[in-house]
């Protein structure tokens, strides 16, 4: 099993550019989660799928879109680059349930200048 | 304000010390879940606790959850250099989603 995997690794937006972060995971877990690591500040949850067809806000949704449309994939959009949206992104899935255990990619390193 | 504090903030100790990092919070939770994080890497979990008063071990690592689900210590003995990383606690509860600390970051020197 590759487990969660995340590409790319490192990329570099404009501001105003749009971009899609993918992630995919071949566990056959049902929660998929994104994730936005700042210094100093933990991780934050930015979206979560529950399962294919459906997802919800987290704690810090605005500026990103989410869709869930196989158990495997959860591609993360960014529509208008900001330079706050500056950051490295974790995606995340559990098995069971919004506290399962969650297994994490690698992250994308995303530059907004 | 962060759900989650964890403190101390940064930790460097040499080889062979104990320590105690810990993971404070007003809030209930259902479970706690601590995880290590090395640079460049995703956060690997390491134990999930759910019962107040729970105690957990993984082998040199003593996971305690209080006994009113709101707050967690992780004690590690004789660390060594590969306990160095970015230790996270994470909680949730019927009310709030997935949450993290913001971390302690533990320099352990040989």
């Known amino acids: 099993n590759a487990g969660v995997t995340q590409t790319p690794k490192f990329r570099i937006l404009k501001i105003g550019q749009s971009m899609t972060l993918q992630c995919a995971q071949d566990m056959n877990h049902n929660y998929m989660y994104w994730y936005r690591q700042d210094p100093g500040m933990g991780l934050k949850l930015i979206y979560y799928?529950?399962?294919?067809?459906?997802?919800d806000k987290g704690e810090v949704p605005n500026g990103y879109n989410v869709s869930r449309s196989t158990t495997e994939d959860f591609p993360l959009r960014l529509e208008l680059a900001a330079p706050s949206q500056t950051s490295v992104y974790f995606c995340?899935?559990?098995?069971?349930?919004?506290?399962?255990?969650?297994?994490f990619g690698p992250g994308t390193r995303l530059t907004v200048t | 304000t962060q759900l989650l504090e964890q403190s101390p903030q940064f930790l460097s100790i040499q080889e062979g010390e104990n320590l105690t990092v810990y993971c404070n919070s007003s809030s209930v939770f259902s479970s706690l879940q601590w995880y290590r994080q090395e640079p460049g890497e995703g956060p690997v979990l390491l134990v999930t606790v759910v019962t107040g008063g729970e105690v957990k071990k993984l082998k040199r690592l003593t996971f305690q959850f209080g006994d009113a689900r709101k707050d967690s210590s992780l004690h590690i003995t004789a660390a060594q250099p590969g306990d160095t990383g970015l230790y996270l606690c994470?909680?949730?509860?019927?009310?709030?989603?997935?949450?993290f600390g913001a971390g302690t970051r533990l320099t352990v020197k040989p």
């Open positions: 994470a909680a949730n509860s019927k009310e709030v989603d997935m949450r």
């Open positions: 799928s529950v399962g294919a067809g459906i997802t």
């Open positions: 995340a899935s559990s098995l069971s349930s919004r506290a399962g255990e969650q297994y």
